[in-house]
């Protein structure tokens, strides 16, 4: 019993302490799981509390870009950031205050706590991304019906490809017409000359070959060495004769002298005498007989000489002339045959396809074949080969005998009538060629003429700017533009050098209006693409008809509804009251510095597009005595000089706010107005980086913001803290290994959460 009491007397207070040693834990662990609870609250709540003052901080847009659709921060950023931390700080539960418990008192630890904004609406692409936003519902709607279904339920996008086409196939064999035409106008002057040149010699030699046939008749087989010889030869006998004349006479004297006896010697030396005399007399005959006969010889000899002498100048001269010729005729034979094959392909192209009447104009074009080119050309050739022969007969005459002569005229009757034939032949086909072309050119001058009056009418109101004051616009322009002359920069250069898009080639087409050629060509260019444009809508269409929906425009507030009231523009950003007055979209088109320089440029292609509509719907229907002219080129001025008369009408109704039907042949029930032509050279001139760069110079004049210095996108990090209630230290160990996000400084816990939100 002793030994009990004193192992009891031994065992006190060690229960206590194994009481101790047990709950110590227990309360360690249980305040530990305390704090930690509080910080997983604390971490739900502040993410909670980042999240809402980014939500807070973006609804702060600016009210004057949100009336364009877009959303952007554009205050300071110390005011961004108040923003943030007080809707952070709202959110936490520190902000309840002392006054009742609370089981986290989470703060804001403003010096640790951060809001970044970034991707401005200077940005190309934030800004497009915003504007298909806005538009994706409603522009595909306006397109169908504004757009799409009038070309299409009409035909009217078919049919003016159709006449796009048959512009440029008839400005193509138009050239190659004016090719071969030119060709062949060098060949026949070079045959010309050829045939003069022919008509010229032609009776030269006739008579001197006549004049050396006469000359060889008289000359027989004689030469002049022979000729001369005997004229020597009698020269000499004559001198004998002479000698003995003296000798004669001298006897004569002597018989005399001798008396009366001598009588008959003297009679006898007399009759010989005479007889000497009589022979140098006939030798005197003789000489004179072969000095003409030499004479003969000699006038013979020059006049062979100077025909072989002639005959060569005259055959190398000829063939000069048919070289020239032959290298025309060539060139006319290729354009030929291109002309041949382009029709044979434009042809068989309006074969396979549903053809307007016009395309017969092709039909009827006059038609020359390669066969008769290659006639036209060996008949020329015949010509001067044929005289060529008779340059070498003449060439190798020794002694011209009457078979000379013979060959000799017969080969230049040959080339004469050779000449003769072709000269008749060729020149009626030229005459009629010519009477043709004149033709043709008096009827291409009337149409030419007739357009010119309407294209000159549209041409003196492309300057005009219905704006009050000619220079009301000017320091706006200077801000959007800049001025070069000062080198300085405007919004749109600055939007540009923001989006590296250094500076964009204009890609809108030129509209020329100089003449009926220039303005049919410009207005088929200009309709080339649009059936298939038609078809392929791409994202640029929404920035487009962003643009139509929010800018101002021309004829803005000149429209009128069904009931004929001003129509007022529905649209928050109030287009109608913009600095720049009822211009934007013309600025945004075509860029030009000017108020008459941007509506010049609409008007034109406004124009240029009613025009190519008009041409179409006349291409429809051609005057059938156009047709037969066989002249595409002219059934194209025809029909331009029709489409420009319409054109003028509808663009003095258009730009009065008006209305014209689309084509008053094949869908008079749809019209269109200003600005759906607006719209339409929109799709046609799609360029993001220009039309988004003028977009945003425009939107900064009309709002007073810069859009580099707005942002769409922020990021807010925000550090809290609470206070621990046990063990700081223990979880500050714990927030080195890894097993808690808790910073612990100063008894408190640190949390830092980030939310990121964009419009």
């Not at 002219?634 to 258009?654: I, P, R």
Request: proline letters at 2%; aromatic letters at 8%; a neutral charge.
């Amino acid at each position: 019993m002793r030994r009990l009491r004193r192992l009891i007397a031994e065992q006190h207070g060690a229960v206590s302490i194994y009481l101790l040693l047990v709950l110590v834990p227990i309360f360690l662990f249980c305040a530990l799981l305390i704090d930690f609870a509080r910080i997983q609250v604390s971490e739900k709540e502040a993410e909670n509390a980042v999240k809402t003052g980014v939500r807070s901080t973006l609804s702060s847009f600016s009210p004057a870009l949100h009336a364009y659709g877009l959303y952007a921060l554009a205050q300071p950023e110390e005011q961004e950031k108040a923003l943030f931390f007080r809707a952070v700080e709202g959110n936490l539960s520190g902000s309840l205050g002392p006054s009742s418990f609370q089981f986290i008192d989470q703060k804001l630890e403003k010096d640790n706590s951060t809001l970044t904004s970034d991707y401005s609406l200077g940005s190309h692409s934030i800004l497009k991304q915003q504007i298909l936003e806005e538009m994706k519902y409603r522009a595909p709607i306006i397109y169908s019906l504004e757009i799409a279904d009038k070309f299409k339920k009409t035909n009217l996008a078919n049919v003016m490809g159709q006449a796009s086409q048959f512009g440029q196939n008839a400005a193509k064999i138009e050239k190659l017409l004016e090719e071969r035409d030119a060709q062949l106008d060098k060949a026949w002057s070079k045959w010309s000359a050829i045939y003069q040149k022919a008509a010229t010699i032609q009776p030269f030699y006739e008579t001197h070959l006549a004049d050396l046939n006469a000359l060889s008749d008289k000359v027989g087989i004689h030469t002049v060495e022979g000729v001369k010889r005997s004229i020597q030869d009698a020269k000499k006998e004559i001198d004998d004769l002479d000698d003995d004349l003296d000798r004669i006479d001298s006897r004569i004297d002597s018989w005399r002298q001798a008396g009366a006896g001598a009588a008959g010697a003297i009679s006898s030396l007399r009759d010989k005498r005479k007889d000497i005399i009589e022979k140098i007399q006939q030798l005197y005959a003789k000489i004179k007989d072969w000095e003409k006969l030499l004479d003969d010889l000699l006038e013979y000899a020059k006049l062979l000489a100077a025909l072989k002498l002639k005959s060569s100048d005259d055959a190398d001269q000829l063939q000069e002339l048919i070289k020239a010729f032959e290298e025309a005729l060539n060139q006319a034979k290729t354009a030929n045959d291109q002309l041949n094959d382009e029709l044979r392909a434009v042809q068989t192209q309006n074969a396979s396809s549903a053809a307007m009447d016009a395309n017969q104009s092709f039909q009827s074009i006059h038609l020359i074949s390669r066969a008769e080119l290659d006639d036209y050309g060996s008949k020329a050739s015949a010509v001067v080969a044929t005289f060529s022969g008779l340059k070498s007969q003449l060439a190798a005459v020794v002694l011209f005998d009457q078979g000379n002569y013979k060959n000799a005229k017969t080969t230049l009757q040959s080339f004469w009538k050779q000449a003769q034939d072709l000269q008749a032949s060729q020149g009626a086909k030229e005459t009629e060629r010519n009477r043709y072309r004149s033709a043709v050119a008096t009827s291409k001058k009337e149409q030419r003429n007739k357009a010119q009056a309407y294209l000159d009418q549209a041409t003196q109101v492309l300057g005009i700017c219905s704006v009050s004051g000619a220079d009301a616009m000017k320091e706006k322009y200077i801000t959007l533009q800049g001025n070069p002359s000062k080198g300085s920069k405007g919004y749109y250069q600055a939007y540009l050098e923001a989006n590296q898009a250094g500076s964009p080639t204009q890609p809108v087409p030129v509209i020329e209006l100089d003449n009926a050629d220039k303005a049919g060509a410009s207005a088929m260019k200009l309709i080339g693409g649009l059936t298939d444009l038609l078809v392929d809508v791409r994202d640029e269409f929404y920035v487009d008809e962003f643009a139509v929906s929010k800018f101002s425009y021309r004829t803005l507030g000149l429209e009128k509804d069904k009931n004929g009231q001003p129509k007022a523009s529905q649209e928050l950003s109030q287009p109608a009251k913009h600095a720049l007055v009822n211009q934007e979209l013309e600025y945004l088109l075509y860029g030009a510095g000017s108020c008459s320089g941007n509506y010049s440029l609409a008007y034109a292609e406004m124009f240029a597009f009613r025009l190519a509509i008009g041409t179409a719907e006349a291409l429809l229907e051609p005057k059938n005595e156009m047709l037969n002219v066989g002249s595409p080129l002219l059934v194209f001025l025809a029909a331009v000089a029709e489409g420009a008369m319409q054109a003028q009408q509808d663009m003095t109704k258009l730009v009065q706010g008006g209305m014209v039907p689309l084509s008053k042949k094949l869908g008079s029930f749809f019209e269109m107005s200003y600005k759906d032509y607006l719209r339409l050279f929109f799709l046609l001139h799609s360029r993001d980086e220009v039309m988004l760069a003028r977009m945003q110079a425009l939107i900064q004049l009309n709002t007073g913001q810069d859009l580099l210095q707005t942002s769409t996108y922020i990021s807010g990090t925000a550090t809290t803290s609470i206070k621990l209630w046990f063990l700081p230290g223990l979880m500050k160990q714990l927030g080195k290994t890894g097993l808690s996000s808790c910073q612990v400084e100063q008894g408190r816990c640190l949390i830092t959460k980030t939310g990121v939100m964009a419009y």
